[in-house]
C-alpha cells in the first residue's frame, strides 16, 4: 500500500480490499510496511533508496503470498523496474528484487490479468476521463486494463480526451522543484479535461490525482476526483 | 504576494463551508530563491506567444512522426537494431574513428581530431586565413553551435564573414539568437518577429508573407553562396567503412554549401559514426520520421572524398574535423547511451516539460531531455546542476527516441552523481537522511504520521491545508495540498474493513 494512500486516501486502501475480497482473494497487509523508497530514488538518493528498498523486500518476502497487490503503477514500478535498477551492482539484492517484482501487480493488472475479470458489474453514473499515470503507461504497459474495466461500469461515460498521453506534472519531488513547470503542466491536462466535458477525473494513481486535484481545487473547478479502484467498489462513499 | 487569507476561520469546527481558495499565491515577478531553469522556465510558462508557437510546432512534429512510424510496420525492429548498432559502435570507436579517417585521406581529404572546440576553431581560422577567406558559409549543425564556432571565429579572425544558411539559423543569426530546438531553430520565434528581423536586414519592411520573407532570403542567401571561399557542415553520420559524410536537410542548403566553395570542412561530433553504409538504412529512415515526420528529407547528401579527377562538382579540399569535446570520457560508463542521439529533436516534442518551457529555459545548446542528459556529461554538473531535475521522469522522451536511449534512466542517474559528488545541498541531505531512518522504521514512521496530524491542524482550512511557508510553498502557492486522513489506512485494516 503506497505510503500517501495510507497517510492521505486511505479510502483507495479500503476499496482495494474490498474489491479483492468480492473476486475471493484473501487479503494481507503487512503492516511492517512503510514506502517503497521512490521519493529517495528519484531525487538520486539511491543509498537511501536502497536502504528503505532492503526493508520492503524483508517484509513482503515474509509473507506467504502468492502476489503483491499496489493500487499505484508508479510504486510498482518503483518495486519491479527500479529495485532490480538500484541494486544493479549488488548480485544477493538484485536476485531478491528480481524474484520479488514477478509478484508485484498493479490493481488492475491484477485484476484483469490475473483474475480474469473485466467487469465488476457496478454502476457509477457520470462523465469520466481517466488519465494512466507515466511509469503505468510506459514502464508497465498497463493501459488497456483500467480503460477496459472502466468501459465496463454501468452509467459511466468514458470520455476520450486530448493529450491525454501527457504527463500530469507531479513527478515527485519534480512538482517542488520546479512549481512553476509543474503547475503548467497541470493547467495543460485541466485544459483538456474542460474541453472534453467531463465531470469525473479517474486515475490508477493517487500521487498524480493529489496533484491534478490540488491544482483543479485551487482553479475552482468541483470535477470529482476517484481513484479507479473507489470507482470499482461498489461500496465506495457508502457509510463509514 | 496578493493575500487572499482571511485569518479566523476555521473549517475544522463544521461551519459551513465558505467560499472555497481559488487563488494563485504565487508573488509575481521571479523568484529569487531559485536560480537557474526554474527562473528561465517561469518567464517562459508566462508568454503565451511563446507557448503558442512551441504548441503549433511539437503538435505538428508529433503528429507527422506518429502518422509516419505507425505506417512502418518494422519501426519497432529498426529501433532495437539503431541501439545495437550505436552499441557496437561505441565498443569499438577507435577503431571506426580510424578507418573513417584512414577512408577519408585515401580519397584525399584531410582529417583533423579535435580535443575541443578551442582546436576546431584555431583548425579552421588557420585554414581560413591560410585560404585567404572572407565569406564562410555554413549549413546547420549542432556540433557547431556546441562550441560557438561562429562568435569565436568572428573575434578570434578578424575579417571573417559567416553565414548560416539554413532558413531558421539564418534567421537566428541575424537576430543574434541561438536556436530553441535542435530541429526547429527559431520555432520560438512568431512570423511577425521573423518579419521583424528579416525587414531589418533588408532595410525596408517586407510583407509578413511567407512567399515574400522566403524570396528575400532566396536572393539574400544566393549571394552569399557564390562568394563564399569555404563551406562547412556539420555531418549527420559518418561511415567508417567507407569515409562518406551524410548530411540531410529540407532546403538543399547543405548542397550549396558543399559544392560552391572550393573549400569543404566538416564539424562532426566522434559519436556520429556508423561502421556500415548498410547502417544507413536504417538511420536515415528513422531519423526524418522521429524529427520531421518525413519517411525522407527533401535532400540526402553522400560526400565521400573531395573532388575526384574527372568529377564535375564537389570541394576542391575536404576536411574532416573529428571532435571529441567531451564525448570520449562518456565510453564505457553508464552513460554511455547519450552518445547514440543522433539528434532527431523527438525527445524535444513529445516531453511536457520541453512543451512548456521552449529550448532557451535550458540555458544550453541543447535543450529538452537530451540537453538535460548531455549537458551535465559534457560540460559538468557545476554548468548545469538545475538540468537533470527539469524532468517529471515520465519516460515520454526514452519512448519517442527512435535509437531508444533510456533517457529518464539517465536522469535519474545523474540526479544519483550530483548526490554522490555532494552537489545536491545539505538541506536534501538532511532530508532524505529523515526520510531513510523514518521509513526502515515502522514505529517512526507511525510516530510521524501522528504527530503529522496533529501539526496540521491549524493549519487546515476546508478540506485542505492552507498555503504554507517555507519549501512547501512550492506546492501550496499554486496548488491545494490534502491533509493528511483522520485515521491511516494501516488503522482501519486494524479495526476492521
Redesign the interface.
Known sequence: ?P?Y???????V??SV??VLRRLGVEVI?P?????C?Q????????D?AR??GR?FLDVFEGERSDYIVCPSGSCTTMVSHYYP?IFGDLPVERERSEVLAERVREFSDFVVNVMGVKDLGVRREGKAVFHCG??QR??LGVLEEPRGLLSNVGGLDLLDWENE???C????T?????????????D?KIKALDKSGADTLISGDSSCL??L???L????HNTRVLHLAQVLDAEDGKAG | MPKTERPGENVETGKPARK?????H?PEGLRSR?EG??DR??KA?ADEQLHDSIELFTHKSVAGRNAVLNALPEAPELRERAYRIKQETMANLDRYLEQMADAIEARGGNVFFAGDGEDVVSYIGDLAQRKGAKVITKSKSMATEEIELNRRLEEDYAGLEIVETDLGEWIAQLAGDTPSHIVGPILHMNRRRITEVLSRTAGEGLPPDVEALGSFARRRLREKFLTADIGITGANFGVAETGTVVTVTNEGNARLVTSVPPVHVVVMGIEKLVPRFTDLSVFVRLLARSGTGQKLTVYTNFITGPRAAGELDGAEELHLILMDNGRSKLLGTEFEEALYCIRCGACLNVC??Y???GGHAYGSTYSGPIGAVITPLLKGHEEAKDL?????????C??ACPVGIPLH?LL?K??????EEGL?GKA?EIA??G??S???R?AL?NIS?RA?RLAQKPLLRDD?VRPLPG??S??T?????????E????????EG?
Open positions: 500500500m505510503c494512500v495510507d497517510q492521505i486516501n486511505p479510502q486502501g479500503v480490499v474490498r497487509y503492516e511492517g510496511q512503510t514506502c523508497g521519493p529517495a530514488f528519484n531525487s538520486g538518493f539511491f537511501e536502504a528503505v526493508r535498477f507515466c511509469h510506459r514502464e498521453e501527457l504527463c506534472g507531479f513527478g515527485g519534480f512538482a517542488v522543484k520546479m512549481p512553476d513547470v509543474s503547475t503548467a503542466m497541470a495543460e493529489m496533484h486535484e490540488g491544482r481545487r485551487r482553479t475552482g | 472555497r481558495e481559488t487563488e494563485d504565487r531559485v531553469f526554474n522556465a517561469r510558462v511536457p516539460v512543451r512548456q518551457t537533470p531535475h527539469a524532468s517529471s521522469l515520465c519516460g515520454a526514452w519512448e534512466d535519474l545523474l540526479r544519483n552523481q550530483q548526490v545536491a536534501q532524505f537522511k526520510f531513510e523514518t521509513m526502515k515502522p514512521y504520521s503529522g485542505s519549501p512547501l512550492a506546492w502557492d499554486s496548488r491545494d495540498l490534502p491533509p493528511l486522513a485515521k491511516p489506512f494501516r488503522e482501519l485494516w486494524k474493513i
